[in-house]
Structure formats: structure tokens, C-alpha cells
């Protein structure tokens, strides 16, 4: 699976951005996706997932900002995020897995400065 990110950029504080990532596959649907961030000198971290049957989670600390989606039609999964803080500025990452399979997109830099 090919994924690619896009919608990356740089907002002020208490701004949004909206992630996109397209996925090369005809079965997208069955796939479980996710969208990871890693800042500069931290590992990676899990930022909001989505299951092949829509079951989201989020990590704590973007819990009522961030909203995870899928449009199954566009193979495409879509992060909303709101009410960004500087502590948002990271390299975003989605990711594909099924069955062990794991995939990864490029990134996408998201920077949060006034």
C-alpha cells in the first residue's frame, strides 16, 4: 500500500488544519489506518486511529480537538484538527496495517507558531 499525506503547514496557535492521506489500494476499506507524529528529538507517537469498522481512539492529549475519518469511496483518511498549540508542531504520519502489514506515508510537517 502507497500512502500520501498532504495539508501540512504552518497556522497560529488556536488555528486548524485538515490532514489528508490517499491510499493506493482497491481494498481500502478493510484496511485499519492511523495517523502518527513525531517532533523533533521525540519518538513517534500514536495520534488518532481508525478501524476497518470505524472505531476511533485518540491519544489523550487531542482528545475533543482532533477528529479522525475515513471516506472509503476517496481511499482516503482525514485528520481534523483544532484549536492547535505549539506542542502540535510535528512531523504527521499516516499509516496503513491489516493483517501484520504495515504501511507508512511520507509525512507531512505541521508547525504551530505565532
Known amino acids: 500500500v502507497q500512502l500520501q499525506a498532504c495539508g501540512g503547514g504552518l497556522v497560529q496557535p488556536g488555528g486548524s488544519l485538515r490532514l489528508s492521506c490517499v491510499a493506493s489500494?482497491?481494498?481500502?476499506?478493510?484496511?485499519?489506518m492511523g495517523w502518527y507524529r513525531q517532533a523533533p528529538g521525540k519518538q513517534r507517537e500514536l495520534v488518532a486511529s481508525i478501524t476497518s469498522d470505524a472505531r476511533v481512539n485518540y491519544a489523550d492529549s487531542v482528545k475533543g480537538r482532533f477528529t479522525i475519518s475515513r471516506d472509503n469511496a476517496k481511499n482516503t483518511v482525514n485528520l481534523q484538527m483544532n484549536s492547535l498549540k505549539p506542542e502540535d508542531t510535528a512531523v504527521y504520519y499516516c499509516?496503513?496495517?491489516?493483517?501484520?502489514?504495515?504501511?507508512w506515508g511520507q509525512g507531512t510537517l505541521v508547525t504551530v507558531s505565532s
Open positions: 489500494r482497491a481494498r481500502f476499506s478493510i484496511l485499519n
Open positions: 499509516r496503513s496495517e491489516r493483517y501484520g502489514f504495515t504501511s
